[in-house]
């Protein structure tokens, strides 16, 4: 049988801003209505963010609580995902909220450039967050900007810093980083079931125009797909993206394309191994 795909929605992230597209959700408030439509429309993660007022990034604990409490009541059994990337927050303050508990954290294991700077994530950092994570038995998501950080989650693995065997996105498209380029991306996947097992789960994300590129290879070669106005605003170069949720409907139907169904919520804990609701 055809295994389900995961669709992941990244509904705000740290850099697009209501000038860029009003539909981005900055408020928690708005956060917590655009997850549940983009749960309604097919996504079973949500990658959250939280930001000021002023739109910048934010680490708040207070706002991470609203923001799970708010899905947890509207979305139930949609997998709250913590992002603890660090342009929002200097070193731990980026995981001051993982004592909430959420079911998941995303992870960066090591250090590139961005367009602009460099997006460091120090070794004492890294392993102060994934021992936060093992602490209150939240899975962490491997952010993969290059091909050392999949072998430095093995290497975590192995040596016991990562409890389970590590869920790895590929994060493509990346100014500075690591281009869309196919033949690395197949040899990602071809990496990760060395590493981790030929039954590894791994998931993709494309930035920007990528996006949709990123959706399509993800859903045909048998991966989950990730999805959001973080990462991209457009829906082609003319046509702005009107919410998060006709994101991941144009997922939805990559996945009819293929002949792949969406995952339920229950299947998405099951495969990933998180807890049910």
């Known amino acids: 049988m055809t295994p389900p795909c995961i669709i992941c929605v990244a509904i705000t992230g740290s850099l697009p801003t209501k000038a860029n597209n009003p539909a981005v959700p900055i408020t928690v408030s708005e956060q917590i209505e655009s997850t549940h439509a ?30 799970k409490e708010g899905i947890e009541t509207h979305c139930p059994g949609m997998i709250i995902q913590f992002s603890t990337g660090g342009r929002s927050g200097a070193g731990k303050t980026c ?55 999949i072998l430095q989650a093995a290497k975590m693995h192995e040596d016991g810093r990562l409890a389970d065997t590590p869920y790895v996105q590929f994060v493509m498209g990346v100014k500075n980083a690591m281009p869309a380029d196919r033949a690395v991306f197949d040899f990602y996947i071809a990496t990760v079931k060395r590493l981790f097992g030929a039954d590894a ?47 991941v409907r144009r997922v939805v139907d990559i996945c009819e394309r293929y002949e792949r169904p969406v995952a339920t919520w229950q299947e998405a804990r099951k495969i990933l191994g998180v807890p049910q609701a």
Not at 96 to 114: E, H, I, Q, T, Y
Not at 210 to 225: P, R
Not at 231 to 237: C, E, G, Q
Request: with cysteine.
């Open 95 to 149: 995981g001051g909220m993982l004592r909430l508990k959420p079911d998941m954290a995303s992870l960066s294991v090591g250090s590139n450039n961005f367009p602009t700077r460099v997006y460091e994530n120090p070794p004492d950092l890294v392993d102060w967050l994934a021992g936060k994570m093992k602490t209150h038995g939240i899975k962490p998501e491997i952010e993969a900007f290059d091909l050392s950080h």
């Open 38 to 67: 983009a749960f309604e429309a097919g996504a079973r993660i949500v990658h959250a963010h939280v930001r000021n007022d002023d739109e910048t990034p934010s680490s708040d604990p207070e706002k991470f609580a609203r923001l």
């Open 201 to 247: 789960q791994w998931c993709a994300a494309g930035i920007g125009a990528h996006q949709l590129t990123l959706n399509d290879w993800s859903v045909a070669a048998g991966g989950h797909a990730r999805t959001g106005l973080e990462d991209n605003v457009r829906l082609d170069r003319e046509t702005l993206a009107p919410s998060n949720a006709a994101l």
